[in-house]
């Protein structure tokens, strides 16, 4: 025979004393218990039912059969960015493919759910990769450029079956970067020139040539007749109305909705403007330009100009939004007073042909440009940011008592408000679309370590401003959490150093894609750079598998597990020929937000 201790006799007196109480309350009431003897019955039944059965919250709804395997994801679980068969590079997409811009090789498929890799783009290094809502193009080793998607092939489904992926459209011009618009694409090439072709292959087909004029000299040879290197497509060279420097030539160009910035070498900022909307909220940053005459049978070598004025919104019509009280019936004025224009296709690649230069800006050295969709920025040598535009959800940054919609004159963005008057801020990088705008501010006070924070301002309605909030107006830029302020232990000084973003998009639709360089200071042991997501994600566009919007930037992470990490390597790069370019090439990963989608391609460094 065994000793109980005192613990388990406890435990036993305890047990006898609650079986006893239950059962002379049993007894008792005998009509209850058979009560809770039946409802524990049910319970039961019921959590076998519920395991055993599907149980629908809300009502079944039947698919219509054209939306059949449209919303799917395709079978690859595949993310790395490396093909598993023979390890070539590949890119990685996802969201919305609506309009055959992320695949156009699988047109059935509309939306992807997860990360997977695009094997249409494998063994392929670019240099270049736009996406806009109908159409995308890219730029290969070569310095080539190829459009794809449903708005360059054109939506008839003639033209549908005939999509054979990428198809090259510019070539010889050495392209390094690109900017699309709805109607147009522009393109910088390494020698600093800009070129613009039109974005629908229909509209890019080049006129019949016109018999040259007796004046006309041999060496004198149109684009639009022959182009360059054999184009049989109509292109055209935008050219600067003042003449630029010895030596100056353009280094960075961005495109808002229907105006184009230039940066130059120099410093000096230009703007072209794309059609008569260039100007609705002032985002020129001026008002008189010209513009060629249409070109003519008679006249096709130097065409005579037009004097055009593009008003402001806000300055031709400043009440528009007033109440019918104080508004007069007569106060409504035209979008632009120049009634000349009214009869010219704007739609045209051929509406401007100059970039001019902004005058509030001659004699201020800029280091950087973007531009979000109706709205301007310039980052000066000094660190200072200037905006002008679109205000109405405080884009530009300009404080929260700022009521203005409409800036029209470049106006300094203040971005130390929020902490004390010895902090040092000076701003190191910009990323602006749609109605959204990231600043990248560097922080310090001469005696503690440098800090970097995100600061994030306009139109955060689906969490694109990364504060934890949702806010669809933003004047004052706020931190974005858990990209604010970060720091990392560095394998060279031996101290702690600040985490810079390393490249910033930001999608017209409201999300955005981050890479933390990570890697900078983490030594050999160091394997790449983190992505970070947040913001819109109706389409999946984030890449987490739902269709909930992140508020605050959040690491994203492979379907396959793992942090979601972009790699550095060295390996044979294609060009969309299919043809060798370079056996052993430094290629790194970089992510570009789309119009609810999102693409990671292998860009040449």
């Known amino acids: 025979m065994f000793k109980r201790t005192a613990a388990q006799a406890w435990r036993s007196r305890r047990l006898h004393s609650h079986i006893s109480h239950t059962a002379q309350a049993a007894r008792a009431r005998p009509a209850r218990s058979a009560v809770i003897a ?38 690859s679980t595949s ?28 047109p059935g498929v509309q939306r992807v759910q997860c990360p997977v890799n695009a094997s249409w783009l494998k063994g392929v290094a670019l240099r270049d990769l736009a996406l806009h809502e109908r159409h995308a193009a890219c730029v290969d080793a070569r310095g080539d450029v190829y459009q794809w998607g449903d708005g360059f092939f054109g939506s008839s489904p003639t033209s549908k079956s005939e999509q054979q992926g990428p198809k090259l459209t510019l070539r010889g011009h050495n392209i390094i970067q690109l900017q699309l618009t709805e109607s147009r694409i522009y393109a910088l090439s390494a020698s600093g020139k800009i070129y613009v072709i039109a974005a629908n292959a229909e509209q890019q087909k080049a006129p019949p040539p016109q018999p040259l004029p007796a004046s006309t000299t041999s060496w004198w040879r149109p684009g639009w007749i022959w182009g360059a290197q054999g184009n049989a497509i109509d292109f055209m060279e935008i050219t600067p109305k003042q003449k630029l420097g010895w030596g100056e030539q353009f280094v960075s160009i961005s495109a808002g ?31 008189k330009f010209d513009i060629p005459t249409p070109p003519s049978s008679t006249d096709i070598v130097s065409p005579s100009r037009i004097p055009v004025e593009l008003v402001p919104r806000a ?49 201020i050295k800029a280091s950087q440009i973007a531009a979000g969709d109706r709205t301007s920025f310039v980052i000066t040598d ?35 408000r929020n902490v004390p008057i010895s902090v040092r801020t000076r701003c190191i990088d910009i990323s602006a679309g749609g109605d959204l705008t990231c600043f990248v501010a560097e922080r310090t006070d001469g005696e503690s ?33 858990n990209v604010s302020g970060l720091r990392e232990y560095n394998e060279d000084s031996r101290t702690m150093s600040p985490i810079l973003p390393h490249a910033i998009s930001v999608s017209p639709t409201g999300h955005v894609l981050l890479t933390l360089d990570t890697q900078a200071h983490g030594g050999p042991g160091g394997l790449g750079r983190d992505l970070v997501v947040w913001g819109t994600n109706h389409d999946y566009q984030l ?63």
């Open 38 to 75: 039946s409802s524990a019955v049910a319970t039961a039944g019921l959590l076998w039912y519920s395991f055993s059965t599907t149980i629908h919250n809300d009502a079944i709804i039947t698919p219509k059969p054209e939306d059949i395997s449209k919303s799917v994801q395709k079978a």
């Open 79 to 106: 993310s790395t960015g490396i093909t598993e068969d023979d390890g070539s590079i590949c890119a990685v997409a996802w969201g919305s493919n609506q309009y055959n811009v992320i695949d156009p090789n699988e």
């Open 257 to 287: 909705r229907n105006h184009l910035l230039a940066l130059t070498s120099s410093g000096r900022t230009m703007v072209h403007p794309m059609n008569k909307n260039a100007n609705t909220h002032g985002q020129l940053g001026l008002r």
């Open 315 to 363: 300055a031709a019509d400043p009440f528009a939004k007033a109440s019918p009280f104080s508004r007069s019936a007569t106060s409504s004025v035209p979008l632009s007073t120049s009634t000349n224009i009214d009869g010219i296709d704007d739609q045209h690649i051929r509406f401007s042909d100059a970039l001019f230069e902004i005058p509030s800006l001659q004699g």
């Open 382 to 416: 000094s660190g200072r940011v200037l905006g002008w535009g679109a205000n109405e959800f405080g884009q530009i940054g300009l404080g929260g008592s700022m009521t203005l919609d409409t800036i029209i004159l470049p106006t300094e963005v203040v971005l130390s």
């Open 449 to 481: 370590l440098v800090y970097v924070d995100l600061l994030t301002c306009g139109n955060g309605q689906w969490g694109g401003l990364g504060n934890n909030q949702y806010s669809n107006a933003q004047g004052n830029p706020v931190r974005a959490k």
């Open 543 to 605: 890449g987490t598998g739902k269709r909930s919007s992140l508020p605050v930037p959040t690491t994203l992470e492979r379907p396959e597990g793992g942090r979601f990490i972009l790699g550095q390597r060295k390996a044979p790069v294609r060009d969309l020929a299919g043809k060798i370019w370079k056996k052993k090439v430094e290629v790194e990963q970089c992510a570009v937000a789309g119009y609810g989608n999102s693409i990671i391609y292998w860009k040449i460094r």
